[in-house]
């Protein structure tokens, strides 16, 4: 594969076929790392991931397996986008006054960013790009706040006091 990035400052809305390319090219060690780790042959991947190549991809299996091994949110967000289903990996994140603060944080920024477009549909017309930016924000915003919940509920667990 070329040492040249083909998606530089792709933006974080990709769709599947440049997600699997962004996964195998970022995977610790490049794609080559990757085909080594899934005991696939470097060139059928690589061509199975190029992004502007229509004639292979991944079969169910091998998909499966580039996700494991990957665990890439741009690939997970592609797979799930279509759907419109928002994933979520249980990473328990302690409900602590920092956490709470760094969460109240994080929804300011998006409340930011959901303010800036205000002045790009004030004709009321929401382009494309603008509603999945949109949707990806509010994704991550759930996502935090789903962790922030696992790991209240992990403390309540573990609590020994009765």
Excluded: C
């Amino acid at each position: 594969m070329s040492r040249v990035d083909l998606l530089p400052d792709a933006g974080p809305v990709l769709n599947l076929r440049r997600a699997l390319y962004r996964a195998g090219r970022d995977y610790h060690g490049g794609i080559t790392s990757l085909a080594l780790d899934l005991g696939m042959d470097l060139d059928t991947l690589q061509k199975k991931l190029k992004f502007d190549f229509e004639g292979r991809w991944p079969t169910p299996d091998e998909l499966e397996e580039i996700i494991s091994a990957t665990q890439d949110p741009r690939l997970l967000d592609a797979l799930m986008r279509p759907a419109g289903a928002v994933w979520f990996k249980p990473v328990a994140v302690a409900a602590t006054n920092d956490s709470l603060k760094a969460l109240a944080k994080l929804l300011r920024r998006q409340s930011d960013f959901v303010d800036s477009l205000h002045d790009g549909v004030s004709d009321s017309r929401w382009e494309g790009h603008e509603v999945a930016t949109l949707k990806h924000h509010g994704h991550e915003a759930i996502r935090k706040i789903l962790g922030i919940i696992a790991g209240a509920e992990q403390a309540m667990e573990g609590r020994q006091d009765g």
